[in-house]
């Protein structure tokens, strides 16, 4: 029988084999597809979560990445912008990200099963044909995971369901700040990667919303995206605001995705997945599912919080105008809020923080 079993060799699974293994367990991870595994996505790392991957002994060199010192929001002719309050965060490409994560868990002795043929069935999981035996099984297969619903803990409400669709430009960054363009129901993301490559997404409620046919939206970043050359085939996804009822039960956890996720808004996926995998290794050394339980209900509430929030902003405009015009003229309330969001404020001074931001808008 081996000890801990992974079922989903993206970040969320490796991040959660690494934390698993420093504990000293025996940790199998196995994943139908070949790495480095890409996924649509913004490709910015915010500070707590860069943080929490250094936590797992994951550097990613400065060479194939970007730091990212603050957050800049674009409507219509205002701009509002806030530095990260400590450490920067990290603009990435996915691939290289998942490269990284794959040398780590290889280095601390994980066993990577990839091109895997996995079964779930009322007998069981099965690997390649062989049934799998283990003391504890986590699922970190995503959003849709069958391992979720194989584990009898799918019970779950959904809400804001939307569309991203996100490509590469071979472009100098102009900028070291996290671009957001804002419009009527939908974003413009714009990430720094490398030196001469940028990450642009957009994410709306239609599902037909493509790049190019958006840009004309936003005449100021079709200008600055002129004359860069794509670099990937655009690529779409579903981002959405999932939580679920319960996470773990005995001898099986779900991690990243699966266990649960923000929208894409927030910038918080792969940070919540990279605390997640602490947690879950902490709970399986303790052998107690209801600490790893406690634990993620705690992490999510504030990233669940941001995340409705901010979908407020992209529902009404009224209220998105008053909002970015208090965070353009009053820049200490838009920084408190960044703060706020990157998890570097007490629960006190979110309160306070909240406070602020209403009081602005009540002022007009």
Excluded at 127 to 139: K, N, P, S, T
Excluded at 215 to 243: D, H, K, N, Q, Y
Aim: hydrophobic share 45%; with cysteine.
């Amino acid at each position: 029988m081996e000890d801990v079993f992974i079922i989903g060799g993206g970040p969320a699974g490796l991040a959660a084999s690494i934390a698993v293994r420093k504990q000293g367990r025996e940790v199998i991870v196995a994943d139908p597809c070949d790495p480095p595994i890409d996924k649509t996505c913004g490709e910015g790392l915010l500070p707590d979560a860069v943080e929490a991957l250094s936590c797992l002994g994951v550097e990613v060199s400065p060479d194939i990445g970007c730091l990212l010192r603050g957050i800049r929001f674009f409507h219509e002719h205002r701009t509002a912008e806030a530095r990260f309050p400590s450490r920067p965060g990290l603009g990435v490409r996915r691939t290289a990200l998942h490269n990284a994560l794959t040398a780590q868990a290889s280095a601390c002795g994980v066993s990577l099963r990839w091109r895997a043929r996995i079964r779930a069935t009322d007998a069981g999981l099965f690997l390649d044909g062989q049934r799998i035996r283990a003391r504890w099984v986590i699922g970190a297969d995503g959003a849709n995971s069958v391992i979720r619903r194989w584990g009898g803990l799918d019970d779950h409400s959904e809400t804001a369901r939307r569309f991203a669709f996100r490509t590469h430009y071979r472009l100098a960054p102009w900028t070291d700040f996290v671009e957001v363009y804002w419009s009527r129901g939908m974003q413009f993301y714009v990430t720094p990667i490398r030196k001469m490559e940028i990450c642009v997404a957009v994410v709306s409620h239609n599902t037909r919303t493509r790049l190019r046919d958006a840009l004309c939206i936003f005449p100021v970043l079709a200008a600055r995206l002129r004359g860069g050359e794509p670099t990937s085939v655009e690529r779409g996804g579903i981002t959405r605001m999932l939580r679920l009822r319960r996470v773990c039960r005995e001898g099986l956890a779900l991690v990243g995705d699966a266990s649960g996720c923000v929208d894409a808004i927030t910038g918080e996926g792969l940070g919540l997945a990279f605390r997640q995998a602490t947690l879950v290794a902490d709970a399986i050394a303790a052998n107690d599912p209801g600490r790893y339980e406690t634990g993620h209900r705690k992490l999510m509430q504030r990233p669940f919080v941001m995340g409705h929030s901010l979908l407020l902003l992209d529902r009404y405009e009224a209220l998105r105008r008053r909002v970015i015009k208090v965070f353009e003229t009053h820049s200490k309330v838009f920084g408190r809020c960044v703060a706020a969001h990157v998890g570097a404020l007490t629960n006190l001074r979110l309160v306070l923080a909240g406070a602020n931001l209403g009081w602005h808008l009540l002022r007009g």
